[in-house]
C-alpha cells in the first residue's frame, strides 16, 4: 500500500511541478565528517569471586556428608563430619589439666597470702616469702600454659566439623564416607554466585583508552549490558601476549550468569573523524549497496561501500565525497527515477 500510494505522489508532483520539484520536497541529509569512536569488544570469562577447596585441617576418619555436587549450602552448614574421638579424648584431657592447674593456683594464692601476712609482722624470712612469690607465678604459668593447650586440642576437635564459609554451590566432592583423612586432603570445592567478576586481557594499544574509560559494559548473550562496579589492572603486561589482565567486578544479583561462561566486553576507543551518512539512506539490493544522491536534475542511484553502524549512522569508506546530499527515502526516491522519462533516465545514468 505504501509503494502505491508513493507512486501515486510521484504521479501527482510530476503532473504539478515537474521532476526536479519532486526531488527537491524528499527528505534529505548531507553527507558529513563526524569524530566517532570505535566500540571495542573483547572477549572475557566470567569467575567467581569466592571460589575455595576446603581441606581436613586434622586426621580421622568420613562418617557423615550432608551435601553433593550441584546443592546449595547456606553459610555455616555442616558439609562433612569427621570422626573425633581421639580429639574428644585429648579435649577432656587438657580440660583436667586446666581444672587441676587452677587448683594449685588457688593453693598457692592461700599459701602466698598466708605467708606475706607472717612476713608483715616480721615472723618470717624473707627467702620464705620469695619461695611463695615463686610458687604463685610457677602455679599461674601452669594455668596459662593448660588453658593454651585446651584452645589448641579445642580447635583439633573443632576441624572435625567442616562448614561452608559462605552461601554458595559446591563444585566437586572429594572423599567418600569411610575414608580416612590426613591433614591438608582436600574434601569439597564450591564457590559462590553472589560475588561474580569477568576476566578480560587488553591488548596494550587499547590499555590506556580502557583504563581511562567510564563506559565498559559486559555484554550478556540476551542482549543486557551490565557496567561494572569497579575495574582492577594487574601492572605487568603478558610478554606472549602484549595485553594486560584487568578483573571487572560485577554488581550482586545478576541472573542467568555463571562461572566460565564467555562474555563480550565492550568500550569506546579513540574518536577518529569519519564520513558519514544517515542509515535511513542506505539500499541493499542482493550484493549492491547503493544510495539516492540528490542532484540538481534529480535523484541518482550510486553505489557506495559501507563501514560500521554507529547508531543510526554508518559510515561510508567510498562512493561519496563530503557535502554531497542523500536522500532518506530510497523508496520514493527509486519510484520517482522509474517514473522519470526514459530519456532523462539515460542521462542520469
Not at 500500500?1 to 541529509?29: D, H, I, R, W
Request: proline share 4%; with cysteine; hydrophobic share 45%.
Amino acid at each position: 500500500m505504501k509503494m502505491n500510494y508513493l507512486g501515486a505522489m510521484a504521479g501527482v508532483l510530476l503532473a504539478c511541478s515537474g521532476f526536479l520539484t519532486v526531488s527537491a520536497a524528499l527528505p534529505t541529509s548531507q553527507v558529513e565528517y563526524q569524530t566517532i569512536a570505535d566500540q571495542i569488544r573483547l572477549d572475557g570469562v566470567v569467575e567467581a569471586v569466592k571460589q575455595s577447596t576446603a581441606s581436613a585441617q586434622t586426621t580421622g576418619q568420613v562418617i557423615e556428608i550432608n551435601y553433593d555436587v550441584h546443592d546449595f549450602v547456606e553459610r555455616d552448614a555442616v558439609i562433612v563430619r569427621l570422626t573425633d574421638k581421639k580429639q574428644r579424648a585429648a579435649r577432656d584431657e587438657a580440660a583436667a589439666s586446666l581444672q587441676e592447674a587452677e587448683t594449685r593456683l588457688q593453693e598457692a594464692q592461700r599459701e602466698l597470702t598466708r605467708i606475706q601476712g607472717i612476713f608483715a609482722k616480721k615472723l618470717t624470712s624473707q627467702a620464705q616469702m620469695d619461695a611463695a612469690s615463686a610458687a604463685f607465678s610457677a602455679a599461674n604459668a601452669r594455668v596459662e600454659a593448660s588453658l593454651a593447650n585446651l584452645v589448641q586440642v579445642q580447635e583439633q576437635l573443632d576441624f572435625t566439623t567442616i562448614k561452608a564459609p559462605w552461601p554458595g554451590i559446591l563444585l566437586e566432592r572429594h572423599v567418600e564416607i569411610g575414608e580416612a583423612v590426613s591433614v591438608g586432603q582436600p574434601l569439597m570445592t564450591g564457590l559462590s554466585l553472589d560475588e561474580l567478576r569477568v576476566d578480560v586481557s587488553v591488548p596494550q594499544r587499547f590499555f590506556n583508552v580502557f583504563r581511562q574509560s567510564d563506559a565498559v559494559t559486559v555484554d550478556l548473550d540476551n542482549g543486557k549490558k551490565i557496567q561494572p562496579e569497579s575495574k582492577v589492572f594487574f601492572p605487568q603486561a603478558l610478554a606472549r601476549s602484549a595485553s594486560f589482565r584487568v578483573r571487572l567486578n560485577l554488581p550482586a544479583g545478576i541472573d542467568d550468569l555463571f562461572p566460565g561462561m564467555f562474555v563480550k566486553v565492550t568500550f569506546a576507543g579513540e574518536g577518529k573523524p569519519r564520513l558519514v551518512i544517515d542509515s535511513a539512506a542506505i539500499i541493499q539490493r542482493s550484493e549492491l549497496t547503493a544510495v539516492y544522491v540528490h542532484t540538481d536534475s534529480g535523484p541518482r542511484l550510486r553505489q557506495v561501500k559501507a563501514g560500521r553502524e554507529y547508531g543510526d549512522k554508518t559510515e561510508v569508506i567510498a562512493g561519496l565525497q563530503v557535502g554531497e546530499t542523500v536522500i532518506l527515502n530510497p523508496v520514493a526516491a527509486g519510484i520517482l527515477l522509474k517514473n522519470q522519462p526514459a530519456t532523462e533516465r539515460e542521462v542520469h545514468e
